[in-house]
């Protein structure tokens, strides 16, 4: 595990210790799950399947976008053509919050995945109690015995789940241990922050023909989505370059269709 990794799972274990789960007196009245996996195997039948990240900041970034609207960015990214959300809830780190993934989902109809570190079963519980359709399992955070109960815990709120591998071996622990067939392939480097979308190309190698691959990280222009479907990857998880954007809209409408 990288140095950074470590780092920010010792203080999510350390958040996940010190306070109780919010539940159902939080957030009385969560609806119905939307399929997050089945909207991305549907739209990538035809095209590019974007998951549009909702991301205020980032450890390698600092400060992305000070207008911050995750409503407003919802409703954009929807228009754009995205077919799911992901919002971070990570405070320390992304200064994300669980209320712009309340905001985010209640502003569209795309299902919408938790994007934080997700070290302890009774996250993907909170997840569900706030709406989420999807968790993040990060390989590289986790035991294979711990990974495989948040998959369980999950799986047992009817959340779909995004596992994230970053090499060879990470990706031979998500082929061995777990369930889930929707595979993200992080191009950023967790030691040096740098990204290499030729990441994606070598572990697409390894993927067998029932898992849907997706690309994390560092993907800025259409051509970047071209290249990767010449290694047979064409759903796509994409935050800075479009959180950057004036007209999000358009730019994620130009990120898919190139036009
Ligand atoms: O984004 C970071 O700086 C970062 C640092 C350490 C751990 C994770 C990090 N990012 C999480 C992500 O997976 C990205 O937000 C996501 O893939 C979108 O990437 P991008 O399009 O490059 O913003």
Redesign the pocket.
Known sequence: MSD??AE?CATKMGEVATRKPKGLAHWPSPSPVRGFEAALRARAQTGFALIA?I?KA????GLIRADFDPAAHARSYQAGGAACL?V?TDAP??QGHEDYLVAARAACDLPVIR?DFIVDPWQCDEARAMGADAILIIVAALEDSQMCEIEDAALAQSLDILV?VHDESEMERALQHLKSKLI?V?N?N?KT?D?DLSTTERLAKMAPSDVLLVC?????THADCTRMAQAGVRTF???????RQKDVEKATHMLLTGA
């Not at 980032?58 to 970034?61: C, D, E, G, M």
């Open positions: 950074k990794l920010i990240e991301k980032s450890p390698s970034k992901s971070l780190y992304f994007k994230e993200g992080n950023r967790l922050f990204v994390e990280s560092g993907i800025s998880l994409v935050g800075e370059s479009l959180m």
